[in-house]
């Protein structure tokens, strides 16, 4: 008969947007008790998931840090290429019958690099599991001080502005994610608007900056800049 | 010369969906440190989001325990007439220069009884923070191991099926909250559409559930019902 060993399971964790703070109970318990952290990126130190989690757990630059390369390119080959290869990485521990935390800014179901790392475990047959962290728009609204919906409103997350005439202008309140890339283009955009805007660059970071107006808005605002545009009635 | 009070300031904070161990480091310190928590409803013991802070912090039931008076009424007047009251309540701990810890289901920002009280006391120029909770749809995607977006997908948030003509349709993912009054409607506008369903009712709670097809979600959905559909491209 053949020995058959207990997989482990890969968990998604989501640390929140950057505020150490706003980490989940859950979180902080999945960490500490494993010992196989995966993080995206080249140095797991020098990503911004990886800080966050120190700043809470600092035992974890004890753990076995294992980095996963997830480049951010459009060519689908070497996507596929990466993620298979990520992939492999971390079905090595679970082979062992270890658990694997993937760490991961914001949330997990949010735009999550681990999305696609899932499709390939669970194809392959590993137990995965996603932990909730706090999303970067809902921190954000926090720091603003300003509720994001009341009421009947609708909330509509865009992760992108990516061709000014295809983005459509919706009811209620719009969150931009992740469009520092084309800011100017943006602002003009929102100008034509009837909108309240406020942005957030680097929620809970160190270097977090705060705008109440389009206005006050940097063409040149950073990767983690995020926008929330209110309709006015 | 007037002595002058340090007035306490007002915490809104989220307490996540359902399970008490997507509650924040922040939310906890916060609950811990404070002696006035305010919940909605009639016994603060009854209300869900005090159970679940009590079940990560016990010593939470030696506190001052207050509850406001936060009807779901469609009377404009009797809406204004109830949060000026719960304003006043609260505003009266304040002015003794102790702070007031606000419980909240889910996050603070998205669909929050506490948004119309901070109003209120903004404008009475007291100091108000909030305090982000890991939202019901981020916990209901993780429960049901599903990323809600990936890519360039977008994401919807709608606060109720109100009136079947007038639901948009959206492309990326739906999220339809409070939509149990009227799920059996809400079922066959979903079928007409081509979107994968899912839904969880009462999300990390004792009573939940979890429906992987749209056949499946009953007809008698209680209140804390999420349903998610997605797109098929």
């Known amino acids: 008969m053949d020995c058959i060993n207990q997989r482990g399971i890969a968990y998604g964790i989501g640390v929140g ?32 998931a990886y800080k ?28 596929t290429h990466s993620h298979r290869e990520a992939a492999k990485q971390i079905e090595s521990y679970l082979d062992d019958g270890k658990n694997v935390v993937y760490l991961t800014l914001g949330d997990v179901s949010i735009y999550c690099t681990f999305s696609y790392l899932q499709k390939i475990l669970e194809e392959d047959g590993y137990a995965v599991e996603l932990v909730s962290g706090i999303p970067s728009f809902c921190a954000a609204a926090a720091r ?19 061709r000014r005439n295809e983005t459509v202008s919706y009811d209620g309140t719009t969150v931009l994610m992740k469009s520092a890339s084309h800011m100017s283009d943006v602002k ?11 942005a957030v ?33």
Not at 202 to 226: H, R, W
């Open 188 to 198: 003009e955009y929102l100008r034509e608007k009837n909108t309240t805007v406020f």
């Open 52 to 79: 966050i989690a120190e700043a809470v757990i600092p035992e974890i630059s004890g753990k076995t840090l294992v980095s996963v390369s997830m480049p951010m390119v459009n060519d689908k080959e070497a996507l």
């Open 144 to 162: 603003l001080n300003t509720p994001l919906v009341e009421g009947k409103e609708e909330l509509h997350i865009v992760p992108g502005f990516y």
């Open 17 to 48: 947007p950057g505020d150490p703070e706003l980490m989940t109970l859950k979180a902080v318990r999945l960490i500490r008790e494993n010992d196989i952290i995966v993080v995206p990126g080249k140095d797991p130190k020098d990503s911004v």
């Open 201 to 233: 660059e680097n929620c809970g970071m160190e270097n977090e900056k705060v705008y109440q107006t389009l206005d006050e808005i940097p063409d040149d605002a950073g990767y983690f800049s995020l926008i929330i545009a209110k309709n006015k009635y």
